[in-house]
């Protein structure tokens, strides 16, 4: 019996103060040809964030977006190529992040722990050289 690989899928929501929470995003992740040509570094000729959202838009399993009527927008290429330019490049943004394995921003409320304890290690002066 051989071993089947399921690849994860990528799941993207928005920080409670961001413009855009609420929305929650699931992609695909990529074969890694498309990982390298999504960056560049394949076979392709011409990258540009054209390439980048219509892959993401090839990607998109679902999400929860809805047109101005309230009507669910389709996960499509079409969908995605329909939207505002900035709702999807924040969504291409984050979910390329997650592909080259990014993390989200940390909180910022970790309470500042001083000085290293290496700062603290007094050093000598060093000594004249030899040669002079």
């Known amino acids: 019996m051989g071993f089947q690989f399921k690849a994860p899928r990528i799941n993207l929501a928005f920080e409670p103060d961001h413009d855009y929470h609420g929305l ?3 992609l695909r ?3 890694l040809q498309e990982f ?3 960056n560049g570094i394949g076979d392709v000729e011409d990258m540009h964030a054209g390439h980048q959202l219509r892959t993401m838009g090839e990607k998109l399993l679902s999400w929860n977006l809805e047109d101005e ?3 669910p927008v ?3 290429v079409d969908g995605v190529l329909r939207q505002d330019k900035d709702l999807m490049i924040a969504i291409c943004s984050a979910w390329l992040d997650a592909l080259r394995g990014v993390s ?3 909180e910022q409320s970790s309470p500042d722990t001083g ?3 290496e700062a603290s290690i007094p050093m000598d002066a060093p000594s004249e050289s030899l040669a002079s």
């Open 69 to 71: 009527d309230g009507q």
């Open 36 to 38: 390298l040509d999504i």
């Open 24 to 26: 929650e995003v699931t």
């Open 74 to 76: 389709p996960a499509t």
């Open 104 to 106: 989200a921003p940390l």
């Open 29 to 31: 992740k990529l074969n």
């Open 115 to 117: 000085p290293s304890l």
